[in-house]
């Protein structure tokens, strides 16, 4: 009898574990359709940064994710976001910091909350017992981790199962590498988004067709290459949105000192390029002393409401008939080598191409 009511009761237990894996199964099941059916990245952040804590009964859910370039933080920008999401969504430049957190097996990790430990992966300081970070690998890169926070100190223990966490984690990689992808395609096009000029793409269509016609009207074209300097400092020091800002008005003082016929385009982070048509070298040398002058003396005014200074290196090269600048490549090289020059003879500085 006594058996027959152990074997009844281990039953029991076995079917409210059955039937409590099956709601799990569920819940996840459905959480991780509507990631995939989010249509872009601000859908799948509310998903994530909302959603995901009610769904799963969590004290705190957070995303870390590595943005070297600012992309990420550039696209949330883009769109209003909501205040809450602030202490929700952590962006770092640093590989290394997020790598801390998994190294070396990145593993999915349960662990008891220590504040000294992990209270940069969760700023709104709730109160916490235990955690789960998973980390989030995208083409066998680290992009990021999900941290996940409950006030029970037992709801994530090593001895517990990660399976639909990692399945969780893939899904969740994928899906914010495909939004990202996506707003990007749309931000593409020819402009720059930041600064409102032309990209890169537009330059090098745009050169070839200037080249073209230079050599048919046998005409000089001259192309600064321009290059902030230290710019990497004025992030570091007053943080990317203050560099952000520096790009723009450069690029607006740029565009100010040109003729219609010129063509300006944001080259790369913090370079810049200019085709100047029916210039000789002696004029690009003259322009590009002027907006060198002209950047040094400004105050950028950086959202903190403080100026800041910066400056920047040119170097100009032109194409002429009976020079060995004469396509696009030698051209591109020849003002590339030149701002190398710039930078390597101090900076603040117009070096041309010989
Ligand atoms: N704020 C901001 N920073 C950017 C952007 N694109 C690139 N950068 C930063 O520009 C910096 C360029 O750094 P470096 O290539 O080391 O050059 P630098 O500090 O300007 O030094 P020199 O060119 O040698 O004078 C990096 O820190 C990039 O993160 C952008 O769109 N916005």
Redesign the pocket.
């Given at each position: 009898m006594q058996d027959i009511a152990t074997l009844q009761a281990r039953l029991d237990e076995l079917l409210r574990i059955a039937k409590s894996n099956e709601r799990k199964q569920t819940n996840f099941q459905e959480y991780e359709l509507a990631l995939l059916a989010s249509n872009n990245l601000h859908e799948l952040l509310g998903i994530v940064l909302e959603e995901h804590k009610e769904r799963f009964q969590l004290t705190d859910v957070t995303l870390l994710l590595h943005d070297?370039?600012?992309e990420f933080q550039r696209l949330v920008e883009a769109q209003p976001v909501k205040s809450s999401w602030l202490d929700k969504l952590i962006f770092t430049e640093s590989a290394h910091l997020l790598n801390q957190y998994f190294s070396p097996l990145r593993k999915t990790r349960l662990i008891r909350y220590s504040p000294h430990q992990h209270a940069f992966l969760f700023p709104d300081q709730a109160e916490l017992g235990s955690i789960a970070l998973l980390p989030l690998i995208r083409h066998n890169v680290l992009i990021g981790s999900l941290n996940l926070g409950s006030r029970n100190p037992n709801r994530f223990e090593s001895n517990i199962g990660t399976q639909f966490l990692e399945h969780l984690a893939a899904v969740m990689s994928a899906c914010l590498e495909n939004a990202r992808l996506h707003e990007h395609i749309k931000l593409v096009g020819l402009r720059d988004p930041?600064t409102g000029i032309n990209n890169r793409r537009f330059f090098d269509q745009r050169i070839s067709e200037e080249v073209s016609r230079a050599k048919r009207i046998n005409s000089p074209l001259s192309c600064l290459f321009i290059?902030?300097?230290?710019?990497?400092?004025i992030?570091d020091h007053y943080g990317?949105q203050a560099?952000?800002a520096v790009?723009k008005q450069v690029s607006q003082l740029l565009n100010d000192r040109l003729r219609n016929s010129d063509v300006l385009a944001r080259y790369g982070?913090?370079e810049f390029v200019i085709l100047l048509a029916d210039t000789s070298a002696e004029d690009a040398g003259l322009i590009a002393e002027q907006i060198r002058h002209r950047v040094e003396k400004t105050d950028f005014t950086i959202p903190s409401g403080k100026m800041i200074h910066a400056t920047l290196?040119i170097g100009t090269a032109t194409l002429a008939q009976h020079s060995h600048i004469h396509d696009t490549k030698s051209l591109v090289a020849a003002a590339d080598q030149a701002v190398y020059a710039a930078?390597l003879s101090g900076?603040n500085q117009v070096k041309q191409a010989r």
């Open positions: 070297p370039e600012y930041l290059d902030l300097d230290f710019f990497k400092r992030n990317h560099g952000d790009l982070g913090e290196s930078k900076r």
